[in-house]
């Protein structure tokens, strides 16, 4: 089962605006990463949060995490046509175990 | 640097035959994971190794199997193929631990017919 639940599923905005994607989780973590695909392929590493931070950007990326409510979010700001894509997050390091957990994820539609 | 490589990109198989998928991770990443993508939903784990030992084993059937090579490439085996099986097959190396960040390859697209 999945561990991590992505809300939205799915988001259609226009171009410049910000999306903003969430995604809860069930147990206790030691880090929670995003990640992006685009049609069927390979993940892009966006950030990891470790469990220990509230915080983190990057470019036009921000995420927050909130370990009491077990939830984090993903904010792109202005965003852009080729941010069109599947974002997902991933939660790692749970009780010892190595692996990531992810949920299904959002699909993002950035209208021009 | 080369980033993670994964071959092939696409198979075809037919129910009951078996398949081997590769992955070669970044060059100095030690640990090599494994995850299944049906489409539409979020990738699976199914094994994870460091240093040639398994780490981490997801909910998978004895039908999956891997190995770590001494230089850190690894190969995924699936025996007796079920039409299930088809997916997105995903490698995703780091240097130690999931505790750092994965870095996934371009996936192989397995089709069982």
């Known amino acids: 089962s999945q561990q991590g639940e992505e809300d939205p599923q799915a988001l259609s905005i226009q171009e410049g605006e910000n999306a903003t994607m969430n995604c809860s989780y069930k147990?206790?973590?030691?880090?929670l990463q995003w990640y992006r695909q685009n049609s069927g392929r390979g993940l892009v590493h966006l950030i990891l949060i470790r469990s220990n931070e509230r915080e983190k950007h990057s470019g036009r990326l921000r995420v927050t995490l909130d370990t009491s409510k077990k939830s984090s979010s993903l904010l792109i700001t202005a965003s852009r046509a080729a941010d069109t894509a599947s974002y997902f997050c991933a939660t790692g390091g749970i009780q010892g175990a190595q692996k990531l957990v992810f949920g299904q994820g959002t699909r993002l539609t950035i209208n021009p | 640097d080369a980033g993670v490589t994964q071959s092939p990109t696409h198979l075809i198989k037919t129910r009951g035959q078996h398949v081997t998928l590769r992955c070669s991770p970044i060059?100095?990443?030690?640990?090599v994971s494994w995850y299944q993508q049906v489409l539409g939903q979020g990738p699976q784990f199914i094994f994870q190794y460091y240093e040639k030992e398994e780490r981490g084993r997801g909910n998978f059937p004895d039908r999956f199997s891997a190995r770590q090579f001494p230089n850190y490439s690894s190969e995924l085996n699936v025996n007796a193929l079920l039409l299930g099986d088809s997916a997105l097959y995903l490698c995703?190396?780091?240097?130690?631990?999931?505790?750092?960040?994965?870095?996934f390859g371009p996936g192989t697209r397995l089709l069982v017919l």
């Open positions: 995703a190396s780091s240097l130690e631990t999931v505790q750092e960040t994965q870095y």
């Open positions: 060059s100095g990443h030690k640990s």
């Open positions: 147990t206790s973590i030691n880090n």
